[in-house]
């Protein structure tokens, strides 16, 4: 639990909060909607309303196609990737009927895995498509039991409360049957397993102190693997933008800055921040020399420590040397991370005389090991004994969707479920139901290796048999590690079932694909802002579906009605009657504190979002303030209701790949590590013009790719020996796989580091071939699918070391954003 604090401050009689309260205004921030202090529905003409990931827009429609995304006036920094949002509903990659492997159709299921991915599809009605999934749902569960189907859509779907496309497969597979799960995630995949241990939460995920506190309190901000000015662009439901305010703030304070990271972010440019690039992967030996620095020169707060916290005594010998015989010094560091040994010193210092924030990005524990990251840097911020305090501690939300944007006084409205709970006579095999999960990155390992056991998170799971995988709003063939390794896998099913908006990577692999609406085919319902909660808007239709593109809710509403189940699964209600009644629950809810929502009717025909107040605690938000003032009333939700520094629970599970307390593990491969094969680390970074990977197949490629592929960045350095020059296409090359890209010479990297966005679409020259070159530059072409440990199994994206080479062949074309054969 946290508390808002208000914070003391001292100084002139022009207080820091009246100095910023009148940048706010100078910037054109306080009469935002975001400050809204009632429940009020604005008004406006200017467009059709509607929202999605990348904020609230109006679609302008002329003679029925829509011609514009213009931002809502609300929105304090639109995304510049709305004119790819917009082109998602015509470009030349969008799906626009049912589809069908020739193979698979004319041969039966499992036939010509090989040829998955080379096209020959064949044109099919929705009724023979409906018929032809339905009755393949019922053969695998019969032919291989109900775990040999895998509800996989994993991945970031569309916003809204009811056309959620993952909830409701589910919500089919539920009401029809069972299947196998997926627990997890690829983003925070080690440090949501990690955190409940060491901080009793889902921290990643949870409110962190507001740039407004910040502005006011903090006196050295430090941004370790995070870039909130890039990944804010996004939220999982819809963007609120309210980062660029918050940043705004801090630079109007004049807060130092300081970031720690391979690549100069736009976060650190816009901050002027130090820019600070250790090598990747050696974030935990550097805070531990940090760590000894602050021990051995007595500035660590050891009353905080004895209070707050279990452990230190345990974590303390390690630390020492005491344990090991090697002493984590910031000599011993600085020969790990490549920084000098007084930089790491001189950072000790400076943040233990400072209030200072330690903002942790979700990259970092994206590696071999990478529990290990939260871990250290909570240990870290603890001997400095300044969590809970205004403007100091740790924060682990900053990175994305504008974490620290104060969270607003609004109802949560609550999503169509999936039907876990009910219970249907006419559902045939819900007696044969046994609830079957899988950490969510070791898919591939699933397909390859039925009935392996494997260790996660201080239990044995057996992996199942997987005869079926069915997605609808994620792209594995993006997200998912080692490409290659996963193609053996995909030979594996017998059916691959995708509902998408476009031909990915993973529809141009699929067996069945079937076209699903864009959010702006279809109305929905949905909330601003995953932390501020600032507004509730009408996510409205902004034009009738294009070519035969259904909506997610009816695909499998009709799939219900073919195997017995239509009416439970629609409740006999339409799409309006469902967003009316999400809409009423929360009138409810709001009503209950003290606030009228307008009837569902004004909201609707508003045009406008519904705004929520903020309470002046709230914009002052500090997190674990509560707990600071009374660890015993107000525990954390660890064994011991503190934070813990040594884990009993982990030490019980005896991995020897995740101790009970934070430590150096060197990874499997690194940059100058002791077995690194390749000379070059390979940065995966989050896109600056799509999201993961949608918006890749529009317009918005055009403002980023070099002859015609993928960007590759790397810093001059390791250009010139190379005899490579600005705009060559390269190959980039390990043993896992090799790709094609455009390179950019850039001193924005680090010497021995190149960055490939993630997302771009995978385009194999022979779709046939395992370990054909991907011709576009799908950097997942090149990374590892190693777990991080036994613990959390998450996946190991920023693993990875590759070379650079001149590419002086024929270029081969890129095919990927084409219609495929049929």
């Not at 620095?293 to 279990?310: C, P």
């Not at 699933?446 to 996660?456: D, V």
Request: charged letters at 20%; glycine letters at 10%.
């Amino acid at each position: 639990m946290t508390k808002n604090c208000e914070p003391k401050l001292n100084g002139p009689s022009l207080s820091k909060r009246t100095f910023l309260k009148g940048s706010a205004a100078a910037l054109g921030l306080a009469s935002l909607p975001l400050f809204a202090r009632g429940a009020v529905a604005q008004t406006g003409t200017q467009g059709v309303l509607s929202g999605c990931h990348w904020g609230v827009f109006y679609g302008v429609v002329e003679d029925g196609r829509a011609v514009e995304f213009k931002p809502w006036e609300g929105d304090p920094h639109p995304s510049p990737q709305l004119p790819g949002v917009l082109d998602s509903l015509y470009s030349e990659s969008r799906i626009r009927y049912p589809m069908v492997r020739r193979a698979w159709l004319e041969q039966g299921p499992g036939a010509d895995p090989d040829g998955r991915g080379a096209g020959d599809f064949v044109r099919v009605s929705w009724e023979q498509a409906i018929e032809l999934v339905a009755n393949e749902i019922v053969r695998v569960r019969e032919t291989y039991g109900q775990q040999a189907l895998f509800a996989g859509s994993y991945g970031w779907k569309s916003p809204g409360k009811l056309h959620n496309c993952q909830t409701l497969l589910r919500r089919m597979l539920n009401l029809t049957g069972s299947y196998t799960n997926s627990t997890g995630d690829y983003s925070t995949g080690a440090a949501q397993v990690i955190l409940p241990y060491v901080s009793g939460s889902l921290e990643v995920y949870e409110q962190c102190t507001t740039w407004n506190n910040l502005a006011e309190n903090c006196e050295l901000m430090v941004f370790w693997g995070c870039n909130p000015l890039n990944n804010s662009q996004i939220s999982w439901q819809v963007a609120d933008h309210g980062a660029w305010p918050g940043v705004a703030l801090m630079k109007a304070a004049g807060t130092p800055v300081i970031c720690i990271d391979p690549v100069r972010t736009e976060t650190c440019a816009e901050l002027n921040g130090e820019w600070l690039a250790p090598r990747p992967q050696t974030d935990v030996a550097m805070m531990l020399g940090i760590a000894h620095t602050l021990y051995e020169e007595g500035l660590h707060d050891q009353e905080f420590l004895d209070r707050y916290t279990s452990g230190f005594d345990k974590f303390l010998p390690y630390l020492l040397g005491q344990s090991d015989g090697t002493p984590k010094t910031a000599d011993w560091a600085a020969e790990i991370c490549g920084l000098p040994a007084d930089t790491l010193r001189d950072l000790a210092r400076r943040f233990a005389g400072n209030r200072t924030m330690l903002a942790l990005g979700y990259s970092t524990q994206r590696q071999h090991h990478g529990e290990q990251v939260h871990w250290m840097l909570i240990t870290m911020a603890a001997m400095l004994g300044q969590i809970g305090l205004p403007g100091g501690g740790y924060g682990l939300s900053y990175h994305y969707s504008s974490g620290g944007s104060p969270t607003h006084t609004t109802p949560i409205l609550k999503a169509i479920d999936d039907a876990s709970g009910q219970a249907n006579e006419g559902a045939a095999w819900l007696a044969q139901s046994g609830a079957v999960s899988i950490p969510v990155s070791r898919l591939v390992e699933t397909l390859l290796n039925p009935g392996k056991t494997m260790q996660f998170n201080g239990h044995e799971i057996e992996l199942p048999l997987v005869k079926m995988a069915y997605w609808a709003g994620g792209n594995p063939f993006s997200h998912q590690q080692d490409r290659n390794e996963m193609l053996r896998a995909w030979r594996e099913l017998d059916t691959f079932v995708v509902h998408d908006v476009q031909w990915t990577a993973s529809a141009r692999h699929a067996d069945i694909v079937l076209p699903a609406t864009t959010s702006y085919e279809r109305n929905d319902i949905e909330q601003v802002g995953d932390y501020a909660l600032s507004h509730i808007v009408p996510m409205k239709k902004v034009v009738d579906p294009v070519f035969e593109a259904r909506s997610d809710f009816d695909i499998f509403a009709a799939i219900s009605e073919q195997l017995g189940q239509g009416y439970a699964f629609t409740q006999g209600l339409t799409e309006m009657d469902w967003i009316r009644n999400i809409y009423e629950a929360a009138k409810i809810e709001s009503r209950a504190k003290g606030m009228e929502m307008p009837v569902f009717e004004v909201f609707w025909d508003s045009n406008k979002p519904l705004a929520f107040p903020v309470t002046e605690a709230q914009e002052e938000f500090v997190r674990h303030a509560d707990f600071r003032e009374d660890p015993l009333l107000n525990a954390l939700g660890t064994a011991s209701g503190k934070f813990e520094l040594f884990s009993t629970a982990i030490e019980r599970y005896g991995y020897d790949d995740c101790p009970p307390h934070a430590t150096w593990m060197e990874p499997i491969e690194r940059l100058a590590g002791p077995t690194t094969q390749y000379p070059l680390h390979l940065a995966a970074n989050h896109p600056q013009m799509r999201l993961h990977s949608q918006l890749c197949g529009t317009v918005n490629r055009e403002s980023y790719q070099i002859a015609g592929r993928e960007p590759c960045w790397m810093n001059p350095a390791d250009a010139e020996p190379r005899g490579l020059k600005d705009g060559d296409v390269v190959r980039v090359f390990n043993d896992r796989g090799q790709l094609l890209a455009g390179l950019k010479i850039t001193d924005e990297i680090m010497p021995g580091v190149i960055r490939i966005n993630e997302g771009g679409w995978f385009d194999p020259e022979n779709p046939r071939q395992i370990g054909s070159l991907c011709v576009y530059g799908d950097v997942n072409t090149l990374t590892t699918g190693i777990a991080t440990s036994k613990l959390a199994q998450g996946n190991c994206g920023h693993t990875g070391v590759a070379d650079v080479e001149r590419f002086d062949g024929p270029l081969p074309p890129v095919t990927v954003f084409s219609q495929p054969a049929s």
